[in-house]
């Protein structure tokens, strides 16, 4: 069907050969777009348009050359990249047809053809999914099979895609090395000079902070205008140098 596609250009001096021997000419190739049930759209791209094929066929080798799992077993099949299920199927005689698909024509400005409505429950499965937790498909199915819990149904338990589950299992990349810290108290200290909304009982509006990195110890000067910063830090500097018999070597600020 040539106004399937998307992106389309002739084609011309291949052919494919069928199992019965008989050769087909290709004419033309390019991309299709699908809907998937739950309203993503999938782009296939080296689609070959073949006029004289009874059937649309998805080849399993060009999938896995594009990183794409298939597996099967007597009764359906899935597609997946890595723990994300693209696609699914059922078995239709000695063939497998892929479900909850329809066909984004280019000539008729989007509107669904063609491909047959899948008939499984996967609206109903991703309901549950997302009610229980969002649980895997296998947990999913066990609760159905075992009627753990009142009010499942006995259905398909493929939701298929689930933008949830793929971002809140994504892990953050680690940062490369990590900051010295301090080998002994005073060696770094850290300070910051923040601003209070409400006036305290004494007329401040502002606190300077002092933390050492090595103890984790705060000290806090309440502050009525920020230009006491630097008499409250040499207040604090006597102070610990007094107590600890050691000079601060850095303070680190955020040039406020």
Same mark, same amino acid.
């Given at each position: 069907?040539? =106004? ?5 250009? $002739? #084609?011309?001096?291949?052919?494919? /050969?069928?199992?019965?021997?008989? @050769?087909?000419? %290709? @004419? ?39 990183? %794409? %799992? ?23 005689? &000695?063939? #497998? ?16 053809? !063609?491909?047959?409505? !899948? ?11 997302? *009610?229980?937790?969002? +649980? ?8 159905? &099979?075992? $009627?753990?819990? =009142? ?17 809140? $299992?994504?892990? *953050?990349? $680690? ?13 770094? +200290?850290?300070?910051?000079?923040? =601003? ?7 007329? !401040?509006? #502002?606190? @300077?902070?002092?933390?050492?990195? #090595? ?5 806090? /000067? ?7 910063? %630097? ?9 610990? =140098? ?15």
């Amino acid at each position: 069907h040539k =106004e399937w596609f998307c992106q389309y250009e $002739k #084609y011309d001096g291949c052919s494919v /050969y069928l199992g019965n021997g008989e @050769v087909l000419t %290709i @004419v033309g190739r390019g991309k299709v777009k699908l809907r998937m049930k739950n309203g993503m759209v999938k782009t296939l791209p080296g689609v070959m348009h073949i006029p004289g094929l009874s059937r649309n066929l998805i080849s399993v080798g060009v999938m896995a050359d594009a990183g %794409i %799992i298939f597996s099967c077993d007597k009764d359906s099949c899935k597609m997946s990249r890595g723990s994300m299920v693209i696609a699914r199927g059922a078995r239709r005689g &000695t063939l #497998y047809e892929l479900l909850g698909s329809t066909v984004i024509p280019q000539a008729s400005g989007g509107a669904l053809v !063609s491909e047959k409505e !899948s008939t499984d429950d996967t609206s109903v499965a991703m309901l549950w999914h997302q *009610r229980l937790g969002h +649980i895997g498909e296998k947990g999913l199915s066990t609760i159905s &099979t075992k $009627k753990l819990v =009142e009010g499942v149904p006995e259905c398909s338990m493929g939701f298929g895609f689930c933008e949830h589950c793929l971002y809140g $299992k994504q892990n *953050r990349v $680690k940062f490369k090395g990590e900051g010295n810290r301090a080998t002994a108290i005073l060696d770094l +200290i850290y300070s910051d000079v923040c =601003e209070s909304p409400e006036e305290s009982l004494g007329g !401040s509006r #502002y606190f @300077v902070s002092f933390i050492d990195d #090595y103890s984790r110890h705060a000290w806090i /000067y309440f502050l009525k205008r920020k230009s006491e910063v %630097i008499n409250k830090f040499r207040e604090f500097n006597a102070l610990v =140098e007094n107590q600890f018999d050691r000079r601060i070597k850095v303070l680190r600020t955020d040039n406020g």
